[in-house]
């Protein structure tokens, strides 16, 4: 299956083409502009994404994705290099084990010979990286694991409210994630979902690595009622962020659900971000499993303002809430002042996270990985785990109930709209130092754990 995807995106490049902005304004390598300057200082005149599309499909070039800022284009890579002046190619990620992982690398220097003077610059698309640890579910029950859905439910205190008939109804959920697999658990809870490819190549009908197919199932837990998309953003080579996020704006939802991070730094997915929630879409982002946004680390977590970081808390059998040592909190190295989280969500702790018992897709990357330690069979469609990912899924699941009920009224919802829903963490340290030390707020969950109480107006 690997050679098929490495040999399919050797013949196959893709780019991503950033507009110039009306105002002149680059944000280059230089994200942090995004705390200092208005989204819309970044913008292109009206009709120049219009324009450039165009051209790039006559020349035989698909636009896989587009938004105000940004286009991702595809096509065979003989094309490619005769429209951007070289091929884009696939080159092994040496760092990774245990999994093959491919990059997209340009031999020459990227330049649009089409419309130079509507573009500010064309770049190699970041591949990313899913936050993990190293029919009904196999396991016995054990009050040490979290059933799907209703272990969510209990935990998120949602059980009210689905019996009032809030359950996510008419929230439009994106997911950017590897896939979704139509497993049986899905169907038996009839959940509406549909998957969309990122990049053509990917297969709609797999999920190669499985990561998506699980979290949909926690989202899809709080809010059962919600309509989801799948952004289908990977198979089990190769992924494309930044093409699936601009993919999941251009469908218009209420909400994106970021349970991943980026393959070193992605300036440009800062931007896409930004404006998404300029336009009124919620977006939560995982806040990382032992990574930051360190500009000089490989494994790059996403905190871009305006964005709803999300971290991990381990609740206990006793209900004993934990800071989880496997979660990720930190002080932004790219956005001066921001720090992460925002607010958290429920976590396993180390050393493998095993905590919530997931579907997904029999055979798949996590389900043969995971069955090395989690109880599970490699190629039974089951799998323990959890990390920031799962606490992303969870929270998203809870901001869909909470746009259902009106809150944020058609804006993005920002932290402070959900503080009250928030319950309080006062013990435990994060993988990256950072302790409770008796308060909340604190550094290591943000606002504490989110639940789906009270919202008030």
């Given at each position: ?17 950033v ?7 680059r ?6 502009q ?44 003989a ?34 010979r ?5 573009i ?29 859905p ?73 809010a ?21 996020f ?63 970081t ?14 989880s ?34 579907p ?8 043969r990985?995971?069955?090395a ?67 909340c ?17």
């Open positions: 299956m690997v050679e098929e995807e490495f040999a399919r995106f050797e013949r196959r490049g893709v780019v991503t083409v507009p110039r902005s009306a105002t002149g304004r944000l280059g390598d230089d994200p942090a995004l705390s200092r300057v208005p989204v819309e200082e970044f913008l292109p005149a009206p009709g120049v994404v219009d324009r450039l599309a165009d051209a790039f499909t006559r020349e035989g070039l698909d636009v896989e994705a587009r938004t105000r800022v940004g286009l991702t284009v595809a096509g065979d890579n094309r490619i290099a005769e429209v951007f002046g070289s091929p884009v190619v696939p080159k092994r990620n040496k760092y990774i084990r245990g999994s093959v992982r491919h990059e997209l690398t340009a031999p020459g220097a990227l330049r649009s089409l419309h130079p003077e509507l500010a610059e064309v770049r190699v698309p970041r591949s990313g990286f899913e936050l993990t640890v190293d029919a009904a579910p196999p396991l016995p029950r054990s009050d040490r694991c979290l059933r799907l209703e272990d969510a439910v209990r935990v998120a205190g949602a059980e009210a409210l689905h019996a009032a008939g809030i359950r996510g109804d008419g929230v439009r959920v994106v997911m950017v994630d590897t896939g979704l697999y139509a497993h049986p658990h899905h169907r038996a809870h009839g959940y509406t979902t549909s998957v969309v490819p990122a990049v053509t190549g990917l297969d709609p009908a797999a999920d190669e690595r499985g990561h998506g197919t699980a979290m949909s199932a926690l989202l899809l837990a709080v059962p009622r919600a309509e989801l998309t799948m952004v289908k953003m990977a198979n089990e080579a190769f992924s494309f962020p930044l093409a699936a601009q993919r999941a704006v251009s469908l218009g939802p209420d909400l994106v659900s970021c349970s991943w991070g980026t393959l070193r730094e992605e300036p440009q997915l800062h931007l896409e971000v930004a404006d998404a929630v300029r336009r009124g879409i919620t977006v939560l982002f995982a806040a990382g499993n032992g990574s930051t946004d360190r500009p000089s680390a490989m494994f790059q977590s996403v905190a871009t303002p305006g964005a709803l999300v971290g991990g808390v381990h609740v206990g059998p006793d209900g004993l809430r934990r800071a040592d496997l979660a990720s909190s930190y002080r932004s190295a790219v956005f001066p002042g921001r720090s992460v989280p925002d607010l958290s969500g429920p976590c396993g702790t180390l050393p493998n996270g095993d905590y919530i018992v997931f997904t897709q029999p055979g798949c990357l996590f389900d990985r995971n069955s330690y989690d109880g599970t069979a490699p190629d039974d469609g089951w799998l323990v785990s959890s990390g920031t990912s799962g606490a992303t899924a969870y929270a998203a699941g809870v901001v869909a109930l909470a746009v259902q009920r009106g809150v944020g009224r058609g804006r993005a919802l920002r932290a402070e709209d959900l503080a009250d829903a928030c319950l309080p963490v006062t013990e435990g340290a994060t993988s990256t130092g950072d302790e409770c030390g008796g308060v707020p604190n550094g290591a969950v943000g606002l504490g754990l989110l639940t789906a109480g009270p919202h008030g107006p």
